[in-house]
């Protein structure tokens, strides 16, 4: 059974730091892997998708990048915005299903000016 | 683009009473999600649509859960009787062709049972 995880749990930084956010699965046999964003009480905004056989992914201060033999990937945000304090989830496609994802908990990143 | 509509957006019921949730994806997504994210939790998958066809049920509690997809279009997820382990933030998706893209979130229903 896929397992995703993702440490820290919560993260606090100061203003133009680099943030790391990390993401660990447990079986290397994925279709993609998504990052998401989640404001408070909101729905979830899909930030990044990476396919199995792409190593990395950016978008404008965002890189994403993915690891299937060690079962890591890794969202980086440089120059950090208060704007940018939401929750940050991670999910694995599964290749024996139709774009079934497994989700991590998800990290709370909340960026101080 | 419109997005993924959801309502209601928040619901209180007691425990052993009944709740539907409506929602309506993208226009021309033929994949729909619903999800269970409880707090401090991923979202769960609790059943997927391929048009009007259940692709995935498996982890949808059916004893009191039940979903349609009537016209492949807009969906609705019921419970009855509720408990109060429901309660939890219900998410629909929706995504275009076999599901393996993007999936776009609506905002939620906050269903709290006391």
């Known amino acids: 059974k896929q397992e995703v995880t993702q440490i820290p749990a919560a993260l606090s930084v100061p203003e133009g730091e680099n943030l790391v956010l990390n993401c660990s699965f447990t079986d290397s046999a994925i279709y993609n892997l998504q990052w998401f964003r989640q404001d408070p009480g909101k729905g979830l905004t899909s930030l990044l998708l990476i396919q199995s056989s792409q190593r990395e992914q950016t978008s404008g201060r965002l890189n994403a990048s993915l690891d299937k033999s060690s079962g890591r990937s890794t969202l980086y945000i440089a120059a950090s915005q208060p704007g940018d304090s939401a929750t940050y989830l991670c999910?694995?496609?599964?290749?024996?299903?139709?774009?079934?994802?497994?989700f991590g908990a998800g990290t709370q990143v909340v960026v101080t000016p | 683009e419109a997005g993924v509509a959801q309502s209601p957006r928040y619901k209180i019921i007691e425990k052993r009473q009944s709740v539907a949730f409506w929602c309506n994806p993208i226009s021309g997504h033929a994949t729909l999600y619903w999800y269970q994210q409880i707090l401090g939790q991923g979202p769960k998958l609790l059943i997927q649509?391929?048009?009007?066809?259940?692709?995935?049920d498996s982890q949808l509690p059916k004893d009191r859960f039940s979903a349609e997809r009537l016209k492949g279009v807009d969906s609705t997820l019921k419970i009855q009787p509720a408990k109060l382990e429901d309660s939890a933030v219900y998410l629909c998706?929706?995504?275009?062709?076999?599901?393996?893209?993007?999936?776009?979130f609506g905002p939620g229903t906050r269903l709290t049972v006391t």
């Open positions: 999910a694995v496609g599964l290749t024996d299903s139709w774009g079934k994802l497994q």
């Open positions: 649509f391929q048009n009007n066809g259940v692709v995935d």
């Open positions: 998706a929706s995504s275009t062709g076999t599901g393996l893209g993007s999936q776009y």
